[in-house]
T-cell receptor
């Protein structure tokens, strides 16, 4: 089942912060975050496994609330290079075997000078 | 080598043609995937191969036929396609297969297919 992302699009000025949300109606095993720039392949950002962990990489971090079946991606002090479409991907029941990674519809982020 | 290589980058074909898309990875990954992506849409999973065996087929029409000749190669054979099949076809691989999370997917740059 496809996760729901919000907002659909956001425009930021350099240095501003943004939050992208991802939610599912099904119990989640993991949440994945990818960024895709126009005309390029999706690039992995991070993965969060159930357990309510938070991960970070430089100015991009994410949280995973297992009880609420939600994840949020935090972009702080945005840079022009952050522009692109952000997809969350979710896995359900992966303990039992390969379950497909299903992507949300994406959030288009534009950072302007 | 952390690359997934796809060929061709662009392909134009008629509805009666037979063509193939190719994907190669040399990272020793045990799972390989085909995704289809339409403009401004997310990648949609088509097929998953785990240890060279087809493990997931997301109800894809038979005009798309996947093949995994060995652990490094993945093909997608195309026959009698429709104009609505025009899209970016992405190949990906991941280190892990089987139970647990698929982990990080490494995507190729894709093959842009146009069906006339």
């Amino acid at each position: 089942q496809q996760p729901v992302q919000s907002p659909q699009a956001v425009i930021l000025r350099e240095g501003e912060d943004a939050v992208i949300n991802c939610s599912s109606s099904k119990a989640l095993y993991s949440v994945h975050w990818y960024r895709q720039k126009h005309g390029e392949a999706p690039v992995f950002l991070m993965i969060l496994l159930k357990g309510g962990e938070q991960k970070g990489h430089e100015k991009i971090s994410a949280s995973f609330n297992e009880k609420k079946q939600q994840s949020s991606l935090y972009l702080t002090a945005s840079q022009l290079s952050y522009s692109g479409t952000y997809f969350c991907g979710t896995e359900c029941g992966a303990e039992k075997g390969n379950t497909p990674l299903v992507f949300g519809k994406g959030t288009r982020l534009s950072v302007i000078a | 080598d952390t690359e997934v290589t796809q060929t061709p980058k662009h392909l134009v074909m008629g509805m009666t043609n037979k063509k193939s898309l190719k994907c190669e990875q040399h990272m020793g990954h045990r799972a390989m995937y085909w995704y289809k992506q339409k403009a401004k849409k997310p990648p949609e999973l088509m097929f998953v191969y785990s240890y060279e065996k087809l493990s997931i087929n997301e109800s894809v029409p038979s005009r798309f036929s996947p093949e995994c000749p060995n652990s490094s190669l993945l093909n997608l054979h195309l026959h009698a396609l429709q104009p609505e099949d025009s899209a970016l076809y992405l190949c990906a691989s991941s280190q892990k297969a089987g139970t647990g999370t698929v982990g990080e997917l490494f995507f190729g740059e894709g093959s842009r297919l146009t069906v006339l």
